[in-house]
């Protein structure tokens, strides 16, 4: 059985973005000239590279600087092999300083660490993702006790 794709952090960052800026998919095809339906591959992950003038164009149409900043990070730490991602620190806007984007994982499995990650991402990215999580925590609570 081959391990499920690791969520990519370009997504979860168009996605915040998007609903940060108040833009749909729609919008965001209008505002770029991107193509409606790889703009929902982006969102969905289902990319391999995303060429550079489509970062730029996507930047640009939420708001430019920051944003900007934000998803070429993003996408430059999707292209990393594991092995080198401890080696950049990804921050988004309006972090603290000190703030990472990366998981507290010391003491954790490997396999265990890498499916946190996985989850933090997942929330970053979708609302119904945090609320399912908040219902799961709950429940775990209750049953802990």
């Not at 000239?33 to 969905?44: E, M, Q, T, V």
Request: some cysteine; glycine content about 10%; charged content about 20%.
């Amino acid at each position: 059985m081959s391990t499920p794709a690791r969520p990519k952090l370009f997504t979860a960052a168009l996605e915040n973005l998007m609903q940060t800026s108040g833009v749909n998919q729609v919008e965001l095809a209008q505002r770029t000239g991107i193509a409606i339906s790889r703009i929902n591959n982006y969102l969905k992950g289902h990319y391999r590279t995303i060429k550079p003038p489509h970062v730029g164009a996507i930047a640009e149409a939420l708001g430019g600087g920051a944003a900007g900043g934000v998803l070429v990070e993003a996408y430059l730490f999707d292209l990393l092999p594991d092995s080198c991602r401890g080696l950049i620190e990804v921050r988004w806007p309006g972090m603290k300083t000190g703030e990472r984007w990366a998981v507290p994982t010391k003491g954790l499995s490997r396999a265990f660490a890498g499916q946190l990650e996985d989850l933090y991402r997942l929330c970053a990215s979708s609302a119904k993702v945090r609320q399912r999580t908040a219902e799961w925590i709950a429940l775990m609570r209750e049953t802990k006790g």
